[in-house]
């Protein structure tokens, strides 16, 4: 790579790890109490998917190991907010559906991070922000790994 191109990659991704930052911070503290930012992330994913998901399947989509869902998959059992039964046509396996106190709890989050997050784009602009978009989900193409 030529230097122009390692000096923006290095401009554009010291940014996009400063807006994660700062927009993780912001949001875990106006999350409902003690729910956190991986809690909504699966909530929100089993609310949008419908279908159940295998705990394999949630680790695939967050690049966790299966050890670290499964650890969260029990925080959210525990509150209540997922069902977790046996796979009944494969016994080693475990499906994972959204409940709904889960999904309540999901839909009080998106609630206090609406304004937040909305308040942001409407800052930067909403054109800025759909130009944006492009460009961010190629650069997530490009950094995922192939399975």
Same mark, same amino acid.
Request: aromatic share 4%; charged share 20%.
């Given at each position: 790579m030529s230097n122009e191109i390692d000096n923006l990659a290095v401009t554009l991704f010291s940014e996009i790890l400063a807006v994660d930052q700062l927009a993780r911070n912001r949001l875990a503290k106006a999350l409902p109490k003690g729910m956190e930012l991986s809690h909504f992330s699966v909530l929100n994913q089993l609310a949008h998917g @419908?279908? /159940?998901?295998?705990? %394999?399947? !949630? %680790? =695939?989509?967050? #690049?966790?190991? =299966? @050890? %670290?869902?499964? #650890?969260? !998959? @029990?925080? !959210? /059992?525990w509150a209540g907010w997922v069902h977790i039964r046996p796979d009944w046509d494969d016994a080693r396996r475990k499906l994972v559906s959204i409940s709904p106190s889960g999904l309540a709890a999901r839909n009080a989050a998106v609630a206090v991070i609406i304004p937040i997050i909305g308040e942001a784009v409407s800052k930067a602009g909403a054109d800025q922000a759909r130009l944006s978009l492009p460009v961010l989900r190629a650069l997530r193409s490009a950094l995922e790994l192939p399975e």
């Open positions: @419908g279908a /159940e998901r295998t705990p %394999a399947q !949630l %680790a =695939r989509t967050f #690049n966790l190991t =299966r @050890g %670290a869902m499964t #650890n969260t !998959l @029990g925080k !959210l /059992e």
